[in-house]
């Protein structure tokens, strides 16, 4: 939970930050779309790691490997003995789809401020 907190501060100061770097000033609606890009990102990067963990892309990178497999000379590493991408990328992404989440709905509610 401390994590999530702290990743969710960090980005609304990123937000801030680029708010005041690319707009010099720090509006409502510079903050808005600024944070859809940043929640955006977010989500979608989660989702990337998700459909990844999944075991999605195992099989099309397991047929690659088969179709590009060039065998070394000592005989090592053959496609079989190759690690599945669901495994090598093992990152937990709860917290970056929560960040995001949170991130989307702080913006959802400064354009019900902005509308409002």
Known sequence: MKKIV?????????????????????????????SFYAASVLLLASLVIHTINSGFFDVMSKSFRKMFYMERRDGTDSPEEIVPLSELISFNYYPIAVTGFINLVLMLISLLFYYG
Request: proline share 0%; hydrophobic share 55%; aromatic share 14%.
């Open 6 to 34: 702290f990743s969710v501060i960090c980005t609304q100061i990123l937000i801030a930050a680029i708010s005041l770097f690319k707009y010099s000033e720090l509006g409502l609606l510079n903050y808005i779309n600024i």
